[in-house]
């Protein structure tokens, strides 16, 4: 008997979403699945105090109603994609491992005689 092939549904809702998956495994849908490559950070842990004028606020307001967020939302992530495109390149491409930042690799040498026969007459 041949597999019948289903299409992944479009949720109208978490609550939605979540019944189907309960119901499903997503191995049934593994051939329209991509990876993703996705950062995963630790929870925010620190908070400002931001004044801004009454009628900037609003604005932020309403530009996140039409977004579908928070208010507060919206200015945290507009904040953090500004700092993002203002870190320099070499600091967004600093690797890390579990969140700390690993030493940067050293420029390859050369490995040349005179090289191994200082490191081999080493004391």
């Not at 939605?16 to 849908?29: A, G, T």
């Not at 579908?68 to 890390?96: F, I």
């Amino acid at each position: 008997m041949t597999e019948k092939k289903r299409k992944l549904p479009r949720f109208k809702s978490d609550n939605v979403e979540r019944k189907f998956w309960n119901r499903h495994s997503i191995e049934e849908f593994r051939d329209e699945l991509a990876d993703l490559d996705v950062q995963i950070r630790p929870a925010r842990t620190e908070q400002i105090a931001l004044r801004l004028y009454k009628d900037d606020l609003e604005t932020l307001k309403k530009l996140a109603k039409r977004r579908g967020v928070g208010h507060t939302t919206l200015a945290r992530s507009v904040v953090e994609r500004w700092l993002a495109a203002a870190q320099p390149l070499r600091d967004r491409t600093a690797r890390k491992r579990n969140g700390v930042p690993l030493l940067p690799k050293r420029r390859a040498r050369i490995v040349t005689p005179e090289i191994v026969n200082r490191l081999r007459d080493y004391p």
